[in-house]
């Protein structure tokens, strides 16, 4: 089988939390180990599951109690920062399907890039491990990346590529991956097995493009988006 209209898409990027890989379970040790640590309540999978889509320091700024201070704030962001990096990939995994999908768009000569609002040295290493040698480029939150939805690190990543905006493909699961697609010109798939609930996501896009399974990309005619 291969990946339909190959002359106009050469590159997909995908995100990577809730899009390639289930990456919750170790957010949220990171989360509460640093909640716990500082001597703040720690927080369900289903919190943090929601604060997750717009980097990791508005992630811990939803986790802290309300009325924490901005220095006792960078003490736990500190916290989870060094734990995170250390502990990320723990019990993250590739959600069921990711890997035939990903092997088959390198079979079929589609170049393929990740864009991460997680910090790059976690985006590194989750690449190294899962990806090494079938997507090109990884790009994370560093110094001059501004996070998501600014289109900076998908154009980045586009450029890296040797792609443009309107050959690629952008692959995200939550509504800042369908704002930051638009605003760098690419199309889009959304997904719905990532870390936001289908009806949250079609009451406020109803005319973006949805897939249940990895597999329906394969098949997907990218004329129609």
Not at 35 to 52: K, N, W, Y
Not at 61 to 88: M, W
Not at 112 to 132: C, D, R, Y
Request: charged share 25%; aromatic share 8%; proline share 6%.
């Amino acid at each position: 089988m291969q990946t339909p209209n190959r002359s106009t898409i050469r590159a997909v990027v995908f995100d990577l939390d809730g899009t390639l890989l289930d990456t919750i379970a170790d957010l949220a040790s990171a989360v509460n180990y640093a909640l716990a640590t500082h001597g703040r309540p720690v927080r369900t999978d289903g919190e943090i599951r929601s604060f997750l889509g717009n980097g990791i320091r508005r992630l811990v700024a939803e986790a802290v109690p309300e009325g924490t201070t901005e220095s006792d704030y960078e003490a736990i962001f500190a916290t989870f920062r060094t734990y995170y990096v250390a502990h990320c990939m723990e019990q993250t995994k590739p959600y069921e399907g990711i890997m035939p999908l990903v092997k088959q768009l390198k079979q079929d000569g589609v170049k393929m890039g990740i864009v991460s609002n997680k910090l790059q040295p976690a985006v590194t290493q989750l690449h190294e491990k899962f990806f090494a040698g079938l997507v090109d480029v990884a790009v994370g939150e560093r110094p001059g990346i501004p996070r998501k939805p600014d289109p900076k690190s998908l154009l980045t990543a586009i450029d890296n590529l040797g792609a443009t905006p309107e050959t690629t493909l952008y692959v995200g699961d939550s509504e800042v991956d369908i704002a930051t697609a638009r605003a760098a010109g690419c199309r889009c798939v959304t997904v719905l097995w990532g870390f936001r609930d289908e009806d949250f996501l079609r009451s406020r896009y109803p005319d973006a493009h949805y897939i249940h399974r990895p597999e329906e990309l394969i098949t997907l005619d990218f004329n129609t988006l």
